[in-house]
Structure formats: structure tokens, C-alpha cells
């Protein structure tokens, strides 16, 4: 069945360094994958999308990259900063498209 | 921030005791999804409301019952309360059509069962 999961629970960086938080998912035939920032006290807000379709995508300081032969993913966030500070987790929809299936979470913290 | 907003904020009950969480979706969604979100884990799936009427189901027990207004706003009811079911209760909302539309999280109800 479908199943998202994560490598590491926390993950410490300095202020504008790199961050890189991986994901692992069991289902080949997965084909959409979300990453959601949670901060403290908020639900979780969409970051970044990718289709099965493609290996990477860009947003404004984050990249997607999505290997299929392994099922893995990995959410790239550049010249990290404090206010990135937050946990972050893979999500998969359902085939029906009306459920998200969530891993359980890497929080980042970022040292000034 | 979303549109999404949910009441009360937190909420203390004790065990055996009914409770009723309340959400008001982003304005054009008229889909309504419910997440339990337990502490240091990633949220799961209750129920998703669309047109009033339960749209999918995650593996939660029959007391997690929900209704869905001509509002789209939506109500989550938890009947005979246990320890485990203190967490986060997070509400969805999000546009049906087509394939998987983005679901905009409101900030969430903390429910703590004594």
C-alpha cells in the first residue's frame, strides 16, 4: 500500500547553508508528491510540488528532485534562513485525489 | 496565511466526554477535509465532506463523525473521548474537480483528553 516516510527527524544547519531533507515512498506507482512547511502553532502550508513525470523543480529557493528508481525525495532549500525554521513533511495524494497521505515529519532548525 | 479558520484554538476535555470542532473553509472551497495530527507525527486522514456528504474515510472508529453546512463549513464530533485521541485536529479545504487540488490547512484545534 501507500506509504511516505522520512530519514531523519531533526536536521540543524547554520544560517545560509544548504538544507537537504529526504523522503522515502513504497508505492511505484506514485505519481504526485508535496511538501508541506509546518511552523509552530500553523497547519501545514504547501511548499512545492512534482509529478512522477518529471526528476526536479525550482521554486523561489527550494527544489524538488524526485528519483523513481530508488523512491526518493528530496526537498533542497537554498541559503537557508531563521524563518525556514519550521517541520517539514512529504505528503502523497490518494488515487481518488480526496486524501493525503503525510510522513512523519524532519524539523529544521537553523542556527544563527 | 489561508482563509481557513478553525474554532476553538485549543480545548480541554476528560475521557468519555463529546466534543465538536468547528471549521469555516476558504472562501469558493466546498470541500472539507479532517486530519489528526498527534504530537512530533505528520497529520492523518479522517474524512473529507464534500456536498454535504462524506467524500472518503481514513481508519478512525465510527465516534469521529462529521457534518458538512450548505456553507461548506463543517463540524468534526468525537463521541466517548479517550486519552489517544488528544492531538491536533486539523481542517482542509480545497476545489474537487479534476485531479488532486491543493488543500489550504487552517491553524488547527488542540484537543487534550484528561
Known amino acids: 500500500g501507500e506509504s511516505v516516510g522520512l530519514h531523519l527527524p531533526t536536521l540543524s544547519v547554520q544560517e545560509g547553508d544548504n538544507s537537504i531533507i529526504n523522503c522515502a515512498y513504497s508505492?511505484?506507482?506514485?505519481?504526485?508528491f508535496i511538501w508541506y512547511k509546518q511552523e509552530s502553532g500553523k497547519g501545514p502550508q504547501f511548499i512545492i510540488d512534482i509529478r512522477s513525470n518529471m526528476d526536479k523543480r525550482q521554486g523561489q529557493r527550494v527544489t524538488v528532485l524526485l528519483n523513481k528508481t530508488v523512491k526518493h525525495l528530496s526537498l533542497q532549500i537554498a541559503a537557508t534562513q531563521p524563518g525556514d525554521s519550521a517541520v517539514y513533511f512529504c505528503?502523497?495524494?490518494?488515487?481518488?485525489?480526496?486524501?493525503?497521505?503525510f510522513g512523519g515529519g524532519t524539523r529544521l532548525m537553523v542556527k544563527p | 496565511e489561508t482563509g481557513v479558520t478553525q474554532s476553538p484554538t485549543h480545548l480541554i476535555k476528560t475521557r468519555g466526554q463529546q466534543v465538536t470542532l468547528r471549521c469555516s473553509s476558504q472562501s469558493g472551497h466546498n470541500t472539507v477535509s479532517w486530519y489528526q495530527q498527534a504530537l512530533g507525527q505528520g497529520p492523518q486522514f479522517i474524512f473529507q465532506?464534500?456536498?454535504?456528504?462524506?467524500?472518503g474515510r481514513g481508519n478512525f472508529p465510527p465516534r469521529f463523525s462529521g457534518l458538512q453546512f450548505p456553507n461548506y463549513s463543517s463540524e468534526l464530533n468525537v463521541n466517548a473521548l479517550e486519552l489517544d485521541d488528544s492531538a491536533l485536529y486539523l481542517c482542509a479545504s480545497s476545489l474537487p474537480e479534476g485531479a488532486y487540488n491543493e488543500q489550504f490547512f487552517g491553524p488547527g484545534t488542540r484537543l487534550t483528553v484528561l
Open positions: 465532506y464534500y456536498r454535504e456528504e462524506e467524500n
Open positions: 508505492n511505484s506507482a506514485s505519481d504526485y
Open positions: 505528503a502523497e495524494p490518494n488515487n481518488a485525489g480526496n486524501m493525503l497521505t
